[in-house]
Every structure is written in structure tokens, then in C-alpha cells.
């Protein structure tokens, strides 16, 4: 296959979801190289779950926003961003850094979530996000995706990861609500618990 139609793959112990920032700071060499490849290009670059020595198959493409700081000895500093979900078909290893055929994805026709179960998570999130240590960005500009929400969560690995594989806008609404009605309560109970912390066990919950 083309080299240019291999997606140089990032290998991580996170799952990036679409729509999400991904902060890096880059100090291997082939990965300043890949980086520095996707900075002049302006092109993707697919970050994949790496875990106990395997990668998953599938993953987002990442771009990058901006350079926030170069170091002189080739380290950078870098904001990204999650584009597009892949599945990868094959691996490719014929440069420093790896990389893969993939095939890209969107969700399933006509799986998108209900006004309900849509109005249904909002609500749970709202309830949840001031127990959060800090909020999602574009909360304050309406209706949230599934993935930023997620983003927004103490999810699993396991988890994200299957977000980032469901065809399936109301699949992932739905998941997500059952696991913020599990979520809020025991983060209302760990802010009690700090709260009569602070108060030397004087306070009252």
C-alpha cells in the first residue's frame, strides 16, 4: 500500500475520544520526527490504547492545535485534539515510528439518541459536573455529545474504549446515564467526606 496512505499510529496508556484535547509533551525521537511531520504537513496522526504490550484496533486520529513550546533539544510541548475513529487493518513497521492501513468510521444510520435519553443524560450530568474536579469544555454551549461528556469523566480505560468502538450515539447516551446515576452518589459522598475532613470531623454531613 501507498506510504501516504498509512496513518502514523501514537501509542498511549489513555483512549482519546473524538472531540476531546489531548495535551503531549513529545521527547522520543521518533516521535518528534512523527510530530514533527504532522506540524508541517497539518495532518492526523491516530492515537491507539497501549496496554500490556498490545495495541488496541481501534482508535481516534489526533491534530494538532498548537505548539505550545519547543525545547532545544527537540521536545515539544503540544495541544491536540480528537478528529475521526479508525480501525486498523494491518501495521505497517518500515519507519522509526509505527504505522497503519486503517479504515475510518462513523456511527450507524439512524442510531442517533432520543430527545429523551439525550435530555435524560444532560440532566445527570448537570448534577454530576460541580462534584467534577473541573468542567467540559463547551458546557455552557447546549446539548453535549456522548464523547464530551465522556471526556469530561474518571472512566476506566476499558470503558472509553468502549465508547470509541459503539457505532451508536443512543448506545453510548444510554450507557453513559447508568453509569452517572451509579457515579453521583458516591461522588456526593466523597465531597461529605472532605467537607467533614476540612472541619477536623466537626462537621456534619
Avoid at 521536545?75 to 492501513?101: M, P, V
Avoid at 454530576?128 to 446539548?143: I, K, M, Q, T
Amino acid at each position: 500500500m501507498a506510504s501516504e496512505l498509512l496513518l502514523p499510529l501514537f501509542p498511549l496508556e489513555l483512549v482519546l475520544l473524538p472531540e476531546a484535547a489531548l495535551p503531549l509533551h513529545i521527547f522520543e525521537e521518533r516521535y518528534k520526527l512523527m510530530i514533527g511531520e504532522a506540524v508541517e504537513q497539518q495532518s492526523e496522526f491516530g492515537v491507539v490504547m497501549a496496554k500490556e504490550g498490545a495495541i488496541a484496533h481501534v482508535g481516534c486520529t489526533a491534530s494538532v492545535e498548537r505548539v505550545v513550546r519547543r525545547y532545544p533539544d527537540g521536545r515539544l510541548d503540544i495541544t491536540t485534539r480528537g478528529r475521526r475513529r479508525f480501525e486498523i487493518l494491518f501495521l505497517d513497521e518500515q519507519k522509526s515510528y509505527l504505522r497503519g492501513a486503517v479504515h475510518f468510521f462513523e456511527d450507524d444510520p439512524e442510531t442517533g439518541a432520543s430527545p429523551e435519553a439525550a435530555g435524560r443524560l444532560g440532566t445527570l450530568f448537570e448534577k454530576v459536573a460541580p462534584l467534577l474536579p473541573s468542567e467540559p469544555e463547551g458546557s455552557g454551549d447546549g446539548a453535549l455529545s456522548a464523547f464530551r461528556i465522556a471526556a469530561a469523566l474518571p472512566l476506566e480505560l476499558e470503558f472509553k474504549q468502549q465508547l470509541l468502538r459503539s457505532h451508536s450515539e443512543a448506545e453510548r447516551v444510554d450507557w453513559l446515564s447508568q453509569y452517572l446515576e451509579k457515579l453521583a452518589p458516591r461522588l456526593e459522598l466523597a465531597r461529605r467526606v472532605e467537607r467533614r475532613a476540612r472541619g477536623n470531623g466537626k462537621g456534619r454531613g
